[in-house]
Structures are given as C-alpha cells and as structure tokens.
C-alpha cells in the first residue's frame, strides 16, 4: 500500500482524508478481488502496480520518486498486450494523469460525477487500433 499511498497523495491533493481512507479500506477487501493486478519494481522494491476489470484500468499508480522513467507507460505496455480497448477514468483535477493517458494516445470520451467526493472524472479510451 505504500505506493498507493504515496502517489494518490501526490496525485490527489484535492480529496479528503476520509475519501483516502474509505478508498484504503475497500481496495483490499473489495478492489483488488475483482481485478487483475501487475506490479513493477525490482526484487525487493515496488515501484508500480496497475489494475484492470475487462478493458478498464481501474488503477495505475508508480512511486513517486520514480515518476517520468518509463514505469506507468511499461505497465499500460503490460495491459495493452491483453487489453483492447483500453478504457479509464481519472480525476479532471489530476492534470499529470490526464496528460500521461493523453501522450499514451487516450482520448476523452465524456465526464461524470464522483459522487463519493463530488469531483468531476473524465472517462478515457484506447481503441485497438491506436
């Protein structure tokens, strides 16, 4: 949990602590069950995780110390060998994700309530072709 921990701080400033901590709570209990999950890091050290359901990218989180080093696009590499479409959804307040699912080649396909926190998410796709 350290790198969740980490990263949804740096990527998250704007939600609460007790939206991290109801999130913290369900991502063992009733996340992580539901999706297929690939780590990246070094023997000993994780550095990176995404998760997926079907075609969406439920979670992609990388330390970050180790940000802009390739880890994120090498774990969308991962899913990407398995996964067509891609779809995902991230925060419109989280200006980096949007801009790295954006050089990915991601396009928006439309936004809706978070309704946990009130904030706005922007839904993402990656068509097979891309």
Excluded at 4 to 27: G, K, N, Q, V, Y
């Amino acid at each position: 949990m350290r790198v969740w921990d980490r990263a949804t701080r740096a990527a998250h400033p704007f939600l609460s602590e007790a939206a991290l901590s109801e999130e913290r709570r369900a991502i063992p209990t009733e996340f992580l069950p539901k999706c297929d999950t690939w780590v990246a890091g070094h023997p000993g050290s994780v550095l990176g995780f995404v998760s997926c359901v079907n075609t969406l990218v439920a979670a992609l989180f990388v330390d970050p110390d180790v940000q802009n080093q390739g880890w994120g696009r090498a774990l969308l590499d991962k899913v990407r060998d398995r996964t067509r479409p891609m779809e995902a959804e991230v925060f419109a307040a989280n200006k980096t994700a949007r801009l790295f699912y954006a050089d990915y080649g991601f396009q928006e396909i439309g936004t809706r309530n978070h309704d946990p926190t009130g904030h706005a998410l922007i839904a993402l796709r990656l068509d097979p072709e891309t």
